[in-house]
């Protein structure tokens, strides 16, 4: 941008091509993000040797990412107890009997009348009324809960890999703006150099050029630094060093949470599940009605005496149990009543991440046209203090400044283009979308 012995006509059209045209298509901003991923080259042009490198894939798509996502993400673990107790539940409501049966055998010998006694009786546990359809419907719900408890998370996961992906855009701007930034001030500080060595320029200039050229170091240095936290949380989430081509994603029509969002149907799904035990235990009422089926031989040592069998039937019904149940129904009922204050809460953070998200695009709306309109007035003014600066006109200083106003600039606007499409991608985070 720096050529003060360039003709007016040849400085604009220069100034033209460093800046990023900003009128294309948004859809190009994910694709050319990452352009340099696999140039190990290019890799290598970083200032500082730690590179955590992500690659584009362009066969990887939004729903395939979370996808890959998911089935690496640590509730995994946790969903596949749930369906494995749900299958637990079914197996016990579809049991003939409502618990265990036991068996015992016995043998008794009184030697003063020498006679033997052997006895063996089976006892079996049966459902009470309503009881088996109780635990049916725990099982029914159980399931399903499973079901809606994965589509929660995988969200969940979603939420994570739309931030991740959406920072890790901005922070690749960002390292691009700073790189051009930098490839300016050397251009600058060449420049100075030789009107100093020409006795055009005081030796103060070529200082402060430099002071100049070492701050946007740094500031490329931060950059970078910026840029791989951000590809290592990226990573760390997805247990991916890909990245898709293109992920944006369009605005979905819903203007409010509805009662059908995933992480609201999730912990309504959990309350039912307690209610569905609350009604299966007290089903159980005092306990299990229990049938008692058994046989008993009766032997003398007399080979005159006769053998005697005998077959006995009996039902041991319980009564008097309800203190005891009590107290497994309170816990119940805490861990219920603790799912129903926490979807309440869930509903308000709900309606507070759409209310953010949607001012965010509002006001982003706003701030994309107002950033387009400066970078343009900036621009402008930027080549008219390069040709002021040329002849003479004005220091060093006050193009300094003009050009960190205009680099901001520049910078703004790029950055408002990619919000805007984040803004999206987090609104439709917000009223439960999936890509």
């Avoid at 955590?52 to 996808?67: F, G, N, Q, R």
């Avoid at 070492?214 to 949380?233: G, I, N």
């Avoid at 695009?361 to 008219?384: C, G, I």
Wanted: proline share 3%; with cysteine.
């Amino acid at each position: 941008m720096y050529f003060l012995n360039t003709p007016k006509s040849q400085l604009l059209s220069i100034s033209c091509l460093q800046i990023v045209c900003l009128t294309s298509s948004l859809a190009l901003i994910p694709k050319i993000a990452f352009c340099e991923e696999g140039n190990n080259k290019q890799a290598q042009s970083f200032m500082v040797p730690h590179i955590d490198l992500v690659v584009v894939d362009t066969a990887l798509t939004l729903p395939k990412l979370i996808d890959v996502t998911m089935q690496k993400f640590p509730d995994v673990s946790w969903l596949t107890a749930l369906e494995e107790e749900a299958v637990a539940l079914a197996e016990r409501g579809q049991s003939w009997t409502a618990g265990a049966s036991q068996a015992a055998v016995g043998y008794q010998s009184m030697s003063t009348f020498k006679l033997n006694y052997g006895t063996a009786n089976v006892q079996v546990p049966l459902w009470n009324l309503g009881q088996r359809d109780a635990q049916n419907n725990l099982a029914n719900k159980a399931e399903t809960s499973a079901d809606l408890q994965s589509a929660s998370v995988k969200l969940r996961v979603a939420g994570l890999v739309r931030g991740a992906l959406w920072a890790i855009s901005l922070a690749n701007i960002r390292h691009d703006q700073a790189k051009a930034e930098l490839a300016i001030s050397e251009k600058l500080l060449a420049t100075i150099k030789r009107r100093v060595e020409s006795g055009d320029l005081p030796r103060a200039d070529e200082l402060l050029a430099q002071t100049e050229l070492l701050q946007k170091r740094s500031v490329l240095t931060q950059a970078e630094a910026e840029l791989m936290h951000a590809r290592k949380r990226y990573t760390s989430i997805t247990q991916l060093n890909k990245i898709p081509s293109n992920y944006e994603e369009q605005l979905v029509p819903l203007k409010e949470v509805s009662q059908n969002h995933p992480s609201l149907i999730a912990i309504n799904s959990q309350i039912d599940v307690k209610q569905a035990e609350l009604t299966s235990i007290k089903a159980i009422g005092s306990g299990q009605t229990n049938v008692i089926a058994g046989l008993l031989s009766d032997e003398g040592a007399d080979a005159r005496s006769n053998k005697a069998e005998f077959f006995n039937v009996g039902v041991v019904v319980p009564f008097g149990g309800s203190a005891h149940t009590q107290p497994h129904l309170a816990a119940i009922n805490v861990e219920l009543n603790k799912l129903i204050a926490e979807r309440d809460q869930l509903y308000r953070d709900l309606e507070q991440t759409h209310h953010e998200a949607e001012h965010n695009l509002e006001v982003n709306k706003v701030e994309l046209d107002n950033a387009n309109e400066q970078r343009k007035v900036s621009e402008q003014l930027l080549t008219m203090t390069e040709l002021a600066f040329s002849v003479g006109e004005i220091g060093l200083m006050d193009l300094l400044k003009i050009q960190s106003r205009t680099q901001q600039a520049i910078l703004a606007a790029k950055e408002r283009v990619v919000m805007m499409q984040r803004d999206k991608a987090l609104y439709n985070q917000a009223v439960g979308m999936m890509p």
